[in-house]
């Protein structure tokens, strides 16, 4: 699929629009989002009176695979996460027309540095604890089902293969170092690029470990949290973007939420390590380097597509996450 498809003519069809219907009272109008990538999809947002969703259209049977995969962990997740994730349901196609899948929209604001900052000592506190319970409700989850639900060949978990493959993330390597090194170097400085030298390093040296290997969501950060107010105050009310979600390191799911703040992290590592149901003692020094690591890898991405403002906006997160104080705020 090399162009995406006509809204128009989604809408047209009588079969779409009740099956849309039964999912979204009101049906309007559709409008694009987000064009795909090789692998990707096609992002729309469809709305109504009465609210709206997101609707994904592969571009390939790989993305389609992607989106069985994800409605099938989610159709496991929603009785065990008390927080609201999104509904995810497939439209299978018709002749003319696409496969697809709809995900209910989670209403609510991103967690951002700067609603972390405002944020009382007692409604920080309530959000760490949601943030535990969230992770902990997918941590705990029986890894024989949760390989059933992800279908990543998870039945060989314990061989070195998979280890090598899932025991830690897979988007941060030598060769994609030395690949960029002297490229990424002048804007990043001596100093980042020493650290860069030592995280590559230190990335190399952790070990594969099984006993980290959990159901994890993967790619929590600010602006996959729906924050709302309740009784004047933010609380954490709902979680989404399950595309990611499988039976990895579970250290995956914490380091991300440096964007929001070094305090989060560390608070969030204190409750969940105290909590008596936690599964794993979580590494707070593995946490860092997976941190540092992301956001070269991030830097590199935005170098190879020509983005320099991109490249300096991640040089300057890592300059503020290596300050003692330092906070950033970003995806």
Known sequence: MTTPPD????????????????????????????????????????????GSAIVRIPVDHSGMQALRREERLVRELRPRVALEIPDTALYSGSPGLPAFAIHTKVKGRPLTSAMFMRMAPVD??????????????????????????????????????????????????????????????????????????????????????????????????GYN?????VSGAWRLTGVFDFGTAGVRDVHEDLFRLNFVDKELVRDTIADYNANPDGPVCLNAARIVIYYRAFLFYLAIEKLDQGDIKGVRRCATLLRGYLDRDGRSDGR
Not at 11 to 31: F, K, T, Y
Not at 225 to 229: E, G, Q, V
Request: charge should be negative; proline fraction near 3%.
């Open 225 to 229: 949290l729906a924050m709302r107010k």
């Open 7 to 50: 809204p128009e003519a989604l809408l047209s069809s009588g079969d779409v629009r009740a099956w849309l219907g039964n999912r979204i009272e009101g049906l309007a109008r559709l409008r694009i989002l987000k064009q795909a990538s090789p692998g990707g999809f096609y992002v729309y947002e469809v709305s109504s009176h009465a």
């Open 124 to 221: 920080r506190r309530r959000l760490v604890d949601d943030l535990v319970g969230f992770m902990l409700s997918l941590h705990t989850a029986d890894l024989d089902r949760a390989c059933l639900w992800c279908g990543d060949g998870c039945e060989h978990r314990g061989s070195p293969a998979f280890l090598a493959q899932f025991g830690k993330p897979g988007w941060f390597d030598r060769d994609l170092v030395e690949r960029s090194y002297a490229r990424l170097s002048p804007h990043l400085g001596s100093e980042l690029s020493d650290v860069l030298a030592i995280t590559l390093a230190e990335f190399e040296a952790l070990d594969y470990s099984d006993s980290y290997l959990r159901l994890v969501h993967g790619d929590i950060h």
